[in-house]
């Protein structure tokens, strides 16, 4: 059995499409369709039910990408690792959310990428998660940071860590508001405090809100900039509360520049995942950085 036919049958089986197959593997939506149907007559068998929007494994179809699939991997990771050595054929391209990926990521891999001929070149790119796992599948990035779980064969994730919110604001917003305030009204106490956030949706004080408090935030935001470090710039300035990850807002509660005005129990969390395309850990430049990210993340926690 031809293995050209074989890579192309599971990278549509992981890719769902055949369209999205065929951009990852450098060729055209008509070879890879007569690729599949060259497999398909030779099997026996169809190997997919064609949809509206992509296509469906048959039970064939799945047994043989389990079948095949470790070893096509297997002989990838053969073929990459003869080329480790030159680090110049070697870029790693990342993408992710801009904050964690600037402050906790690219420092991290930073430290593979010195000129001991084990590294390799580094490209970022940032993005929401709805972006960059688009940009994965289309084959624009190896490594991406998301805050949301893939679904589909395409791509594997990995939990990372998870960051904890804190509820902050300029220390003069908190000089009216104790624990005794907010046990006698509740978040009611903070509505009068003007909101700075990434979007008018207010993603993080409604998800901090209907965590903590199980009540939706009544305010708009007053400030409202897509990037949170300068999220908490505008809280230290006194423009209103804000609820930003603890790793990014340390410094600034550590100086008091911020303070936190509440401290719940049990805290909100969001998890960061590490995606990759199935199959692509056997190249050794990514596997390297997964592995170096997810030992670094271990102290972020």
């Given at each position: 059995m031809d293995l050209a036919l074989l890579r192309t049958f599971v990278t549509v089986h992981r890719a769902g499409s055949f369209t999205r197959a065929a951009a990852l593997l450098g060729l055209s939506q008509?070879?890879?369709?007569?690729?599949?149907r060259t497999l398909e007559r030779q099997l026996g068998r169809p190997l997919f039910l064609r949809q509206p929007r992509g296509v469906t494994p048959t039970t064939i179809g799945d047994e043989l990408a389990h079948k095949a699939a470790p070893h096509l991997d297997a002989l990838v990771e053969i073929a990459e690792s003869g080329l480790e050595e030159d680090s110049s054929l070697r870029t790693l391209h990342l993408a992710g959310p801009p904050e964690f990926?600037?402050?906790?990521?690219?420092?991290?891999?930073?430290?593979?990428?010195?000129?001991?001929?084990?590294?390799?070149?580094?490209?970022?790119?940032?993005?929401?998660?709805?972006?960059?796992?688009?940009?994965?599948?289309?084959?624009?990035?190896?490594?991406?940071?998301?805050?949301?779980?893939?679904?589909?064969?395409?791509l594997s994730a990995t939990?990372?860590?998870?960051?904890?919110?804190?509820?902050?604001?300029?220390?003069?917003?908190?000089?009216?508001?104790?624990s005794g305030t907010f046990r006698r009204t509740g978040p009611s106490v903070l509505e009068h405090?003007?909101?700075?956030?990434?979007?008018?949706?207010?993603?993080?004080?409604?998800?901090?809100?209907?965590?903590?408090?199980?009540?939706?935030?009544?305010?708009?935001?007053?400030?409202?900039?897509?990037?949170?470090?300068?999220?908490?710039a505008c809280a230290a300035a006194g423009a209103g509360l804000a609820v930003l990850p603890r790793y990014l807002c340390t410094g600034a509660l550590e100086r008091g520049d911020v303070v936190a005005l509440h401290e719940p129990t049990v805290p909100p969390l969001r998890t960061y995942f590490l995606v990759v395309r199935?199959?692509?850990?056997?190249?050794?430049h990514i596997a390297r950085a997964h592995e170096w990210l997810e030992r670094a993340a271990t102290g972020w926690c």
């Open positions: 008509p070879a890879v369709t007569s690729q599949i990926t600037a402050e906790r990521a690219l420092p991290a891999l930073t430290e593979l990428t010195g000129g001991d001929g084990q590294g390799f070149a580094l490209r970022a790119s940032f993005g929401t998660a709805e972006e960059v796992l688009e940009g994965l599948a289309a084959g624009h990035h190896d490594l991406a940071i998301s805050t949301v779980r893939p679904r589909g064969a395409l939990a990372l860590c998870d960051e904890e919110h804190v509820l902050v604001a300029a220390p003069r917003w908190a000089e009216h508001i104790d405090i003007p909101v700075v956030e990434v979007h008018e949706s207010l993603p993080f004080v409604a998800r901090y809100w209907a965590s903590v408090f199980d009540y939706r935030p009544v305010a708009p935001g007053t400030v409202v900039v897509p990037d949170l470090r300068a999220v908490l199935t199959g692509t850990l056997a190249m050794p």
